[in-house]
């Protein structure tokens, strides 16, 4: 078992991270505690919650769902790889469309428009 003090002090690198469950098996680190919560006697007297903690990345997962240490092991390496899928995830490079020259041309014109109502808006000039 590993001390909660120990599980963040490994260096953390940035993504890609792998997502192959045999790869992260020999990158993670497993503890297995009493669960909490109702269950009766079986989850209470069982060590069957489960942290799995991905040192490369910082991700910590949890899974105290079932009695089952297995099943929880399980659930928990599911998240973790769907946690990793999501930090590995970047989004496209938005690249800005060409606005037409039809376009351009029709905002220059309300432009002069709105100039020339603004200008007429003022004191008219004064007569000698």
Known sequence: M??????????????PYS?????????????????????????NTTD?????????SGVTVLATENRSQLRNRKLAMERL?????ALNHQPKRRRP?????AARRRRLEEKRRQAERKRLRGRPPDED
Do not use: F, M, N
């Open 81 to 85: 790889v769907a946690r990793l899928r």
């Open 19 to 43: 997502t192959d469950p045999e790869v992260l098996a020999g990158e993670v680190v497993i503890t297995v505690y009493r669960a909490s919560g109702p269950g009766g006697q079986h989850r």
């Open 2 to 15: 590993v001390p909660e003090e120990k599980l963040d002090e490994s260096p953390r690198r940035p993504p």
């Open 97 to 101: 469309t060409a606005l037409p020259a």
């Open 48 to 56: 069957s919650a489960v942290r799995i903690h991905h040192p490369p």
